[in-house]
């Protein structure tokens, strides 16, 4: 390569990261990771056996109504007990509700059915197909 060429290409890339550095910058959204979700949640519940892949669904369901910030500020140690109360019943319910806004995470997976392990969500077959209820139970 000339050495032209080499000293445009040098001053195309100094320019080039000139202009990239003096552009604003969009502040990344104050939101938690799902790793830390998790910790918060599991801290919160009482309960280490929690899904991760439930604690993302949770999470992507409080910041998609607003609450990122306001995690971040529960984990931190903050006093948000109205949201720590919401954590602990969207993690039973399986719904996620903030004002009158809701999401629906799971329902099944609730955490409801593990405290109430004498039944089963309705509508959910867990002790065999069609008739499963005329046989005597297995003791």
């Given at each position: 390569?000339?050495?032209?060429?080499?000293?445009?290409?040098?001053?195309?890339?100094?320019?080039?990261?000139?202009?990239?550095?003096?552009?604003?910058?969009?502040?990344?959204?104050?939101?938690?990771?799902?790793?830390?979700?998790l910790t918060l949640s599991q801290?919160?519940?009482?309960?280490?056996?929690?899904?991760?892949?439930?604690?993302?669904?949770?999470?992507?369901?409080?910041?998609?109504?607003?609450?990122?910030?306001?995690?971040?500020?529960?984990?931190?140690?903050?006093?948000?007990?109205?949201?720590?109360?919401?954590?602990?019943?969207?993690?039973?319910?399986?719904?996620?509700?903030?004002?009158?806004?809701?999401?629906?995470?799971?329902?099944?997976?609730?955490?409801?059915?593990?405290?109430?392990?004498?039944?089963?969500?309705?509508?959910?077959?867990?002790?065999?197909?069609?008739?499963?209820?005329?046989?005597?139970?297995?003791?």
């Amino acid at each position: 390569m000339p050495v032209d060429s080499r000293r445009r290409a040098l001053l195309l890339g100094t320019a080039a990261a000139a202009l990239l550095t003096a552009l604003p910058r969009t502040p990344r959204a104050a939101s938690l990771t799902a790793e830390e979700f998790l910790t918060l949640s599991q801290e919160l519940t009482g309960k280490n056996d929690l899904d991760p892949a439930l604690a993302a669904g949770y999470l992507a369901a409080f910041e998609e109504l607003g609450q990122g910030a306001a995690l971040m500020h529960l984990a931190a140690g903050g006093a948000e007990q109205a949201l720590a109360q919401e954590l602990v019943a969207a993690w039973y319910s399986g719904i996620v509700r903030i004002g009158q806004q809701q999401r629906l995470v799971t329902y099944e997976e609730a955490l409801i059915w593990s405290a109430m392990d004498y039944t089963k969500p309705p509508g959910f077959c867990s002790g065999g197909g069609f008739g499963a209820w005329a046989k005597a139970p297995q003791l």
